[in-house]
Structures are given as structure tokens and as C-alpha cells.
């Protein structure tokens, strides 16, 4: 009965988001503001009845009701209830499902807190966003229903969750993660309004930037999740793939990147319209884009579910209708709103679109990677794959172009600065980052690496300008404290995003450059040193989980003399499905993560092939992950986007030069 | 020159250089590090090109997994039903990779016709099987060669 409550509940959602679709547009395209009143209402409508789609499905899973078609391929009654809570969007059905519902929850977000919005503003904006819901609301029905019934022959029990997905990351992974995919429907949503209404201001960018912060928050850690993941679940202790999932939704999040730098230069001074109304199309359509390339099975990846070509056609036609909708709208619209302001050749503006340039050619080529097996199996040219050494090849040295200009921007003034302002400001500090970058990979205890020099320089480079910028600020405050909370939170949000940035820079290099791993065949009783850690092969145990059964292997690790960590890396053989699953053991910390995996038996004696893993500084990048998420949350706190927002366009090229 | 201008002529360079820059990374990125797909078939007809980067996938063969006593070397075959191919690969194999199951195996391939791989991919769940293998199995089916 709950599982039929929850298939008509998605249904009247359906109704609803058609009619969110259709009526309020209407009202804004008559001047009916009767109509467009309704909107706020029937957003939160479509929120309710896909809350209680949701709730059911996931009952459905607590009860253990496997006469669900889902439920009987996804859980198992031996699963442990967290798990069968998470299995709800362990599988292609139900993560739709959570596509939606995270979708209706922007929805009621934008329908509460955007009061202040004109009528005709916020009507188009939940419209747009309501059509959005129709389209996956259908998918998700007419392709790939999760409340599907296996009757007659319901199962005895069910065929379990991949033991891969069993894990406390992935409860949280795919939820963030969404709501920074859907989060920047919003973005979307706001652009295409603003294009119907051909009005493109500095309010509108205003209106618009908080959402779109919070979104490209969240995707940032959810990526970050993501990676770590992989990291200690998938036992082989690497941390990115340039998969092509894993590039679905780091594109989005490159393109939120410019989108996010280029919203500041419209609101701030009402540049590149146009060109920030661009971004934000562009960034939802990738995100439509990776749910596609997921969903399909169209690509060779880690996360594809099964294939089937009905599905992913479905996307590819309302991906088609999007982007094809929305860039129509544009070129009909857009010329009528080109800015007349004028900004420096040296100028932040001019380092804003540095940013925007490189992060747009960097999702290009990404998007180029990915798509290139794709094309050339579409021309008959073969089955290609690309693997991780391109995306290496040209994303690092895009990146690194990209860091002198971010290490100057804080410091830049809007419309004119100069190039002897900058270089008075930054003499110092580039002298002090240079020394620092050839000091610092002396303090490691191998031969002197010159890319690990290098990335110390860039994101010193980075703190530098953050450092410089912060003393310029506050030359005349009397007290450091008072300095501190002088600035806003926008500005908080900036500095502790671009330190993030420099962190996952060190992060990254340091991990690549210094990774130590090594591949052997241990017997218990055998010891190898790695790095100066002396692993101990103790002994192998039997080991009994809820659901499963496990090899173990424990190992203490010793440094000199001293014992660091008693470590115990696990084989594990899952009940329900037969499915063999390592975990990985880590001993964590800031500067380095010791990491063992077990392969499989080898020979006699009661050897395993075992990897042993040296990674120093690899928690870097997460933590650098965290505070970019951290600080485009922070952002959003700053009074101004709290204010009411006036009605009527605000000055242009305003005043406020010194926030970020 | 009038300074507009002046300005959309650098916004115009920084994008071509920026483009340039990056068209030429992926040229060259692309050069080494893209790989063909050769179902089994293929390689036995010495359609596949020796000692490049090229990947083989199919179903591994019942009972052709040996392992080294003493090494972490592994061999075992893959087949399409209609020509095997052998591969040695040293190092931890994926959990999921088991006799007749499906994988695809990267790396180059030796005079000797025996794929050296440097890294193995299985199936990571029940139900998926990797694309080209899947494609392979079929055009092997409709061949009329019956598995």
C-alpha cells in the first residue's frame, strides 16, 4: 500500500509541477498577477508531495518490502538499517528520486526566502524551475519507476546493496552532491527569467549570487566526498580518476567556478552580462549533461548502473530542449542587454575574466576528454578511451597559469588599477613565497623536488596576495581584532575559499610527487619499510560483520622503535550476494597517511598480496575542498543579500569598492 | 589606437592565447595517452598493433587464472568465444575480477601475442558489464558462433 501512496504522491507532484510550469507564466506573460501569485504555492506543493514520495520509498526499504522491484535488487534484510536507508538512492531509480526531491527543496528554498523578489521575477524564476521538475518527475515515472512491483513472486529476501556503496560517505556523497547539480538549476532558472523579462542588472546578479554560492558550495564538497570515497573504499588508494563520471560533475563545478567570479563582476559593477547569463546556462546544461552520461551507461566508468539506451535518449531530448530552449532565448534576448561600462586593461575586472577564460577553456578540454570516445565511436573510428595522463597534461598547466593572476586579484582595484601599484604591493611577498618555495621542499627528507617548489610558490603566491590584501584594509584600524571583524562576511567567504584552492594545490602536488606505494607479497611474521615506516605483518584473523565475513590482516607499523599504529586491513566476503570487497586501513594524519590494502591469497603459507601505501599530505586537498565549500557558504550570510532588495535597479559600478 | 579597442584586443589575445595554449596541451596530451579497443578476435588476426598502448576485453576463461607461488603475477585468458588472448598482469587485481567474468585489460602487446597489462578493469556490479566487452560478445554472437 505505502509504495502505491508513494507512486501516486509523485504523480499529484507531477500535476503540480506542470501546473507550476504553466500557470504562473502565463500570469507573467498577460500581466495576471492572480496567476503569479500561485507560484510560491505550488512550488511548495510539488515539495510535499515529493517528500512524501520519498518517505515512502525509503519505508518501503526500512520495512524490508521486497515485493518493491528496487528494494529486492537493492537491500537485503541482513543490511543494517542506516544502510538500507542510504540503499534508497543506491540504485538508479531511487537516486532520481533524491534528483527531485533535492529539486523541489530549491524550490521551496527560493519560493520562502525570495519574498523580496518582484512578483513577475520570482513567478518566471519558479516556472523555470518547475518545468525542470516535470522533465525528471516524467523520467523518473515513464523510465525508471522505483515503486515498480514484483507481484506475483515477491523474493524472500533481497539481492543486497553493492558492498561498495556500503558506507557512511555514501550516505552523505550522493545528497551533496546533488544539491549542488540541482542547486545550479537555480542559477539557471534566475538567467532564463531574467532573459524573458530582458532584465539584466545589478540586482538581478545580486538575487541570483547568493544560489548560486550555496550550489557551487555544495558540489565542492560533494566532490570532495566523492574523492575521498575512492580513496579508502575502493582499496587501491588513489583519490581521482578522471573518470567520466567523476568529470560529469567537475565540470559543473568549473563552470560555477566562472560563474561565480564573473556574477561578482556583474553585480558589483554591471559588467559581462550577457556573458554571466551564458555561464549559468552552460553550467546547468553540464550538470544535465553528467546525469545523462551517469544515467545512459553510455561510457565505460566505476559508476555507471546498467545500461539502457531508453533512458538515456529520454535525458539526451530534454537536455536537447534546455540548453537548445534557453539558447534561443538568449540570442533573441541577449543583445538588447549589452553594458556600456568600461573597466582598465589592469583592473580586477580584467583578472576576473582571466579567471572566467581559464576555467571555461579548462571545462572545454574536460569536456573534450570525455566526450572524445563518445564522438569517435559515433564516427565508427573505434572504441577509444582517454585515460587520466591527458587530463593531467592540460589541466595542471592551466591551472598553474591561473594562480599568478589569483594571487594578485584580492589586492586589484575595480575599473583602473596599475601594474606599478601591483608590483609595489607584491615585491615583498613574492620575495618572501620565492624563498618559502625553495626552503620548504628541503624540509622533506627526499632529493629536492622542483614541482613540489613550485606548487609551494603558487599557493604561497595565493596566501601572499590574501595577506597583503587584509594589511591594505586595515592600515589605519587601531587594533587587529577590530580589523578582523570590520570585514564582511563575502569577504571571509573569498579569503577562505582561495586559501582551499592553495591548500588543495599543496595537497595535490605534495601527494603526487612524494606517493610512495608498493605492490608485494606478504606472509605473516614478514616485515617491509616503506618511507621510514617499518610495516609489521603480524598476523591474519577471521573476522564477522553484521552482514558478511572477513580475512583481516593486522599490522603494526613502527617508526624507529616507537610503534605508531596497530593497523587492520580487511577482505570481505558479503552474505546476500557473494560480492568480495576490500577495505582499506589508514592510519590519517595532516602530513601523512599510511595505507594498507589486502589483494588476494598468493601461494602457500598464508601469504596475501598486500599494497602499502605512503601518502603524505593527501588530506590537503579534502581539507582544501572543505573550505572552499566553507566559504561559499559563508558568503551567503552577508547583510546585503538579507536586506530587502529595492525594487528598483541599483546604482551601477556602486561605491563599495573595497568588498570582494 | 582608441582605447575600447585597445582593451578588446587584449581580451580578444588573452582568449586565443589561453585556446592556443590549451588546444596545444590536448594535441599533445592526446597523442600518447588515448587507447583503442581490440576484442580477442581482432588481436588473434593481428589487427592490433604491437608494443602500443591499446586495450583487449572479454570474458575470462574458465580455469585459465594461474597464479605465481611466489610473485604477485597473475595470467589468465580472455575470450570473445571465437580467439582467446593471453594475459600477464603483476599486481592486485580488482575484487571483482573472477573466471567467467567480463574485464578489459590495458597495456601492450608482446611479439609473443600475450598482453602485457598494466592495469585491469571487472565489473563493479552485478548487473554492468563494460561496454566494449559487451559489444564484442554480441558481434561474436551474430558471427554465429555460439558461446
Same mark, same amino acid.
Given at each position: 500500500?505505502?509504495?502505491?501512496?508513494?507512486?501516486?504522491?509523485?504523480?499529484?507532484?507531477?500535476?503540480?509541477?506542470?501546473?507550476?510550469?504553466?500557470?504562473?507564466?502565463?500570469?507573467?506573460?498577460?500581466?495576471?498577477?492572480?496567476?503569479?501569485?500561485?507560484?510560491?504555492?505550488?512550488?511548495?506543493?510539488?515539495?510535499?508531495?515529493?517528500?512524501?514520495?520519498?518517505?515512502?520509498?525509503?519505508?518501503?526499504?526500512?520495512?524490508?518490502?521486497?515485493?518493491?522491484?528496487?528494494?529486492?535488487?537493492?537491500?537485503?534484510?541482513?543490511?543494517?538499517?542506516?544502510?538500507?536507508?542510504?540503499?534508497?538512492?543506491?540504485?538508479?531509480?531511487?537516486?532520481?528520486?533524491?534528483?527531485?526531491?533535492?529539486?523541489?527543496?530549491?524550490?521551496?528554498?527560493?519560493?520562502?526566502?525570495?519574498?523580496?523578489?518582484?512578483?513577475?521575477?520570482?513567478?518566471?524564476?519558479?516556472?523555470?524551475?518547475?518545468?525542470?521538475?516535470?522533465?525528471?518527475?516524467?523520467?523518473?515515472?515513464?523510465?525508471?519507476?522505483?515503486?515498480?512491483?514484483?507481484?506475483?513472486?515477491?523474493?524472500?529476501?533481497?539481492?543486497?546493496?553493492?558492498?561498495?556503496?556500503?558506507?557512511?560517505?555514501?550516505?552523505?556523497?550522493?545528497?551533496?552532491?546533488?544539491?549542488?547539480?540541482?542547486?545550479?538549476?537555480?542559477?539557471?532558472?534566475?538567467?532564463?527569467?531574467?532573459?524573458?523579462?530582458?532584465?539584466?542588472?545589478?540586482?538581478?546578479?545580486?538575487?541570483?549570487?547568493?544560489?548560486?554560492?550555496?550550489?557551487?558550495?555544495?558540489?565542492?564538497?560533494?566532490?570532495?566526498?566523492?574523492?575521498?570515497?575512492?580513496?579508502?573504499?575502493?582499496?587501491?588508494?588513489?583519490?581521482?580518476?578522471?573518470?567520466?563520471?567523476?568529470?560529469?560533475?567537475?565540470?559543473?563545478?568549473?563552470?560555477?567556478?566562472?560563474?561565480?567570479?564573473?556574477?561578482?563582476?556583474?553585480?558589483?559593477?554591471?559588467?559581462?552580462?550577457?556573458?554571466?547569463?551564458?555561464?549559468?546556462?552552460?553550467?546547468?546544461?553540464?550538470?544535465?549533461?553528467?546525469?545523462?552520461?551517469?544515467?545512459?551507461?553510455?561510457?565505460?566508468?566505476?559508476?555507471?548502473?546498467?545500461?539502457?539506451?531508453?533512458?538515456?535518449?529520454? +535525458?539526451?531530448?530534454? *537536455? /536537447?530542449? $534546455?540548453?537548445? !530552449?534557453? &539558447?534561443?532565448?538568449?540570442? =533573441?534576448?541577449?543583445?538588447?542587454? %549589452?553594458?556600456?561600462?568600461?573597466?582598465?586593461?589592469?583592473?580586477?575586472?580584467?583578472?576576473?575574466?582571466?579567471?572566467?577564460?581559464?576555467?571555461?577553456?579548462?571545462?572545454?578540454?574536460?569536456?573534450?576528454?570525455?566526450?572524445?570516445?563518445?564522438?569517435?565511436?559515433?564516427?565508427?573510428?573505434?572504441?577509444?578511451?582517454?585515460?587520466?595522463?591527458?587530463?593531467?597534461?592540460?589541466?595542471?598547466?592551466?591551472?598553474?597559469?591561473?594562480?599568478?593572476?589569483?594571487?594578485?586579484?584580492?589586492?586589484?582595484?575595480?575599473?583602473?588599477?596599475?601594474?606599478?601599484?601591483?608590483?609595489?604591493?607584491?615585491?615583498?611577498?613574492?620575495?618572501?613565497?620565492?624563498?618559502?618555495?625553495?626552503?620548504?621542499?628541503?624540509?622533506?627528507?627526499?632529493?629536492?623536488? +622542483?614541482?613540489?617548489? *613550485? /606548487?609551494? $610558490?603558487?599557493? !604561497?603566491? &595565493?596566501?601572499?596576495?590574501? =595577506?597583503?590584501?587584509?594589511?591594505? %584594509?586595515?592600515?589605519?584600524?587601531?587594533?587587529?581584532?577590530?580589523?578582523?571583524?570590520?570585514?564582511?562576511?563575502?569577504?571571509?567567504?573569498?579569503?577562505?575559499?582561495?586559501?582551499?584552492?592553495?591548500?588543495?594545490?599543496?595537497?595535490?602536488?605534495?601527494?603526487?610527487?612524494?606517493?610512495?606505494?608498493?605492490?608485494?607479497?606478504?606472509?605473516?611474521?614478514?616485515?617491509?619499510?616503506?618511507?621510514?615506516?617499518?610495516?609489521?605483518?603480524?598476523?591474519?584473523?577471521?573476522?564477522?560483520?553484521?552482514?558478511?565475513?572477513?580475512?583481516?590482516?593486522?599490522?603494526?607499523?613502527?617508526?624507529?622503535?616507537?610503534?605508531?599504529?596497530?593497523?587492520?586491513?580487511?577482505?570481505?566476503?558479503?552474505?546476500?550476494?557473494?560480492?568480495?570487497?576490500?577495505?582499506?586501513?589508514?592510519?590519517?594524519?595532516?602530513?601523512?597517511?599510511?595505507?594498507?590494502?589486502?589483494?588476494?591469497? =598468493?601461494?602457500?603459507?598464508?601469504?596475501?598480496?598486500?599494497?602499502?601505501?605512503?601518502?603524505?599530505?593527501?588530506?590537503?586537498?579534502?581539507?582544501?575542498?572543505?573550505?572552499?565549500?566553507?566559504?561559499?557558504?559563508?558568503?551567503?550570510?552577508?547583510?546585503?543579500?538579507?536586506?530587502?532588495?529595492?525594487?528598483?535597479?541599483?546604482?551601477?559600478?556602486?561605491?563599495?569598492?573595497?568588498?570582494? | 589606437?582608441?582605447?575600447?579597442?585597445?582593451?578588446?584586443?587584449?581580451?580578444?589575445?588573452?582568449?586565443?592565447?589561453?585556446?592556443?595554449?590549451?588546444?596545444?596541451?590536448?594535441?599533445?596530451?592526446?597523442?600518447?595517452?588515448?587507447?583503442?579497443?581490440?576484442?580477442?578476435?581482432?588481436?588473434?588476426?593481428?589487427?592490433?598493433?604491437?608494443?602500443?598502448?591499446?586495450?583487449?576485453?572479454?570474458?575470462?576463461?574458465?580455469?585459465?587464472?594461474?597464479?605465481?607461488?611466489?610473485?604477485?603475477?597473475?595470467?589468465?585468458?580472455?575470450?570473445?568465444?571465437?580467439?582467446?588472448?593471453?594475459?600477464?598482469?603483476?599486481?592486485?587485481?580488482?575484487?571483482?575480477?573472477?573466471?567467467?567474468?567480463?574485464?578489459?585489460?590495458?597495456?601492450?602487446?608482446?611479439?609473443?601475442?600475450?598482453?602485457?597489462?598494466?592495469?585491469?578493469?571487472?565489473?563493479?556490479?552485478?548487473?554492468?558489464?563494460?561496454?566494449?566487452?559487451?559489444?564484442?560478445?554480441?558481434?561474436?554472437?551474430?558471427?554465429?558462433?555460439?558461446?
Amino acid at each position: 500500500m505505502i509504495p502505491e501512496l508513494g507512486h501516486f504522491a509523485l504523480v499529484i507532484a507531477l500535476v503540480m509541477a506542470v501546473a507550476l510550469t504553466v500557470v504562473p507564466l502565463w500570469g507573467s506573460w498577460r500581466g495576471n498577477y492572480a496567476a503569479m501569485r500561485l507560484a510560491p504555492t505550488l512550488a511548495a506543493a510539488v515539495t510535499v508531495f515529493c517528500l512524501i514520495s520519498f518517505v515512502c520509498l525509503a519505508i518501503a526499504f526500512l520495512q524490508d518490502d521486497f515485493s518493491v522491484k528496487v528494494v529486492a535488487s537493492n537491500s537485503n534484510s541482513l543490511l543494517p538499517s542506516i544502510y538500507k536507508f542510504s540503499a534508497v538512492w543506491g540504485n538508479h531509480e531511487g537516486s532520481l528520486l533524491l534528483w527531485v526531491l533535492i529539486l523541489s527543496f530549491w524550490l521551496a528554498a527560493v519560493a520562502t526566502l525570495s519574498r523580496g523578489l518582484p512578483t513577475v521575477m520570482l513567478a518566471r524564476v519558479l516556472s523555470v524551475m518547475g518545468f525542470i521538475g516535470v522533465g525528471f518527475m516524467s523520467f523518473s515515472l515513464f523510465t525508471s519507476n522505483p515503486f515498480e512491483r514484483l507481484l506475483p513472486g515477491v523474493p524472500a529476501d533481497g539481492n543486497d546493496l553493492n558492498p561498495l556503496l556500503q558506507d557512511p560517505g555514501l550516505i552523505i556523497h550522493p545528497p551533496l552532491l546533488y544539491m549542488g547539480y540541482v542547486g545550479f538549476s537555480v542559477a539557471f532558472a534566475f538567467a532564463v527569467a531574467a532573459l524573458m523579462g530582458g532584465r539584466l542588472d545589478a540586482a538581478w546578479a545580486r538575487w541570483s549570487r547568493p544560489w548560486t554560492n550555496v550550489a557551487w558550495a555544495f558540489l565542492s564538497l560533494g566532490i570532495m566526498l566523492g574523492s575521498w570515497w575512492a580513496y579508502y573504499e575502493l582499496g587501491w588508494g588513489g583519490w581521482w580518476f578522471w573518470d567520466p563520471v567523476e568529470n560529469a560533475s567537475f565540470m559543473p563545478w568549473l563552470a560555477g567556478t566562472a560563474l561565480i567570479h564573473s556574477l561578482a563582476a556583474t553585480e558589483k559593477r554591471g559588467l559581462f552580462k550577457s556573458w554571466t547569463v551564458l555561464l549559468a546556462i552552460f553550467a546547468f546544461s553540464l550538470s544535465l549533461l553528467g546525469t545523462f552520461l551517469v544515467r545512459s551507461g553510455v561510457l565505460t566508468s566505476v559508476h555507471a548502473f546498467a545500461a539502457d539506451p531508453e533512458r538515456g535518449l529520454f +535525458i539526451l531530448a530534454f *537536455l /536537447a530542449i $534546455v540548453v537548445g !530552449g534557453s &539558447l534561443t532565448l538568449y540570442a =533573441v534576448r541577449a543583445p538588447s542587454v %549589452r553594458s556600456r561600462i568600461g573597466f582598465g586593461t589592469v583592473s580586477r575586472e580584467s583578472l576576473l575574466l582571466v579567471n572566467n577564460v581559464v576555467f571555461l577553456v579548462a571545462t572545454l578540454t574536460v569536456l573534450f576528454g570525455t566526450l572524445f570516445p563518445l564522438l569517435m565511436d559515433a564516427l565508427g573510428q573505434g572504441k577509444y578511451s582517454v585515460g587520466a595522463p591527458y587530463f593531467n597534461a592540460v589541466f595542471v598547466p592551466l591551472m598553474a597559469c591561473l594562480v599568478p593572476f589569483m594571487g594578485v586579484g584580492p589586492i586589484s582595484k575595480w575599473r583602473d588599477d596599475s601594474v606599478y601599484r601591483w608590483r609595489s604591493r607584491m615585491l615583498v611577498p613574492a620575495l618572501v613565497v620565492l624563498a618559502c618555495g625553495a626552503g620548504f621542499p628541503l624540509l622533506s627528507d627526499q632529493s629536492f623536488n +622542483i614541482w613540489v617548489a *613550485l /606548487a609551494v $610558490v603558487l599557493a !604561497g603566491w &595565493l596566501v601572499a596576495g590574501l =595577506v597583503q590584501d587584509f594589511r591594505d %584594509r586595515n592600515s589605519n584600524s587601531p587594533s587587529l581584532l577590530r580589523s578582523l571583524r570590520r570585514q564582511t562576511p563575502s569577504y571571509w567567504g573569498m579569503v577562505l575559499a582561495h586559501c582551499g584552492f592553495a591548500l588543495a594545490i599543496i595537497g595535490v602536488v605534495a601527494t603526487s610527487q612524494y606517493n610512495i606505494e608498493r605492490d608485494l607479497r606478504m606472509a605473516p611474521g614478514e616485515t617491509e619499510t616503506l618511507a621510514g615506516y617499518r610495516f609489521e605483518f603480524k598476523e591474519t584473523v577471521r573476522l564477522r560483520g553484521a552482514n558478511y565475513l572477513a580475512d583481516g590482516a593486522r599490522f603494526e607499523v613502527y617508526q624507529g622503535d616507537k610503534l605508531i599504529s596497530t593497523m587492520l586491513a580487511e577482505k570481505r566476503r558479503y552474505l546476500a550476494s557473494g560480492s568480495v570487497m576490500t577495505e582499506a586501513a589508514i592510519d590519517g594524519g595532516l602530513f601523512r597517511d599510511l595505507y594498507i590494502a589486502m589483494g588476494e591469497p =598468493v601461494g602457500a603459507g598464508g601469504a596475501w598480496a598486500i599494497r602499502l601505501h605512503y601518502k603524505p599530505m593527501v588530506r590537503w586537498m579534502w581539507l582544501g575542498a572543505i573550505f572552499m565549500g566553507a566559504g561559499g557558504l559563508l558568503t551567503v550570510t552577508d547583510r546585503r543579500y538579507r536586506r530587502q532588495p529595492s525594487r528598483s535597479a541599483v546604482p551601477v559600478g556602486g561605491a563599495d569598492v573595497v568588498q570582494a | 589606437m582608441h582605447p575600447v579597442r585597445k582593451q578588446r584586443l587584449w581580451v580578444v589575445l588573452s582568449i586565443v592565447l589561453f585556446s592556443t595554449v590549451a588546444i596545444g596541451l590536448a594535441a599533445y596530451a592526446l597523442r600518447g595517452n588515448i587507447n583503442l579497443f581490440y576484442p580477442p578476435v581482432d588481436v588473434a588476426a593481428g589487427k592490433a598493433p604491437l608494443a602500443t598502448p591499446i586495450r583487449v576485453g572479454g570474458m575470462v576463461v574458465e580455469g585459465s587464472v594461474q597464479r605465481s607461488d611466489t610473485t604477485l603475477e597473475t595470467r589468465f585468458t580472455v575470450t570473445d568465444y571465437q580467439a582467446n588472448v593471453e594475459i600477464v598482469y603483476e599486481g592486485i587485481l580488482p575484487d571483482l575480477f573472477a573466471e567467467g567474468e567480463g574485464v578489459v585489460a590495458s597495456g601492450r602487446l608482446g611479439a609473443d601475442g600475450v598482453l602485457q597489462a598494466d592495469e585491469v578493469l571487472a565489473k563493479h556490479d552485478e548487473n554492468y558489464m563494460p561496454p566494449e566487452v559487451a559489444e564484442a560478445l554480441k558481434n561474436s554472437a551474430t558471427a554465429g558462433v555460439t558461446p
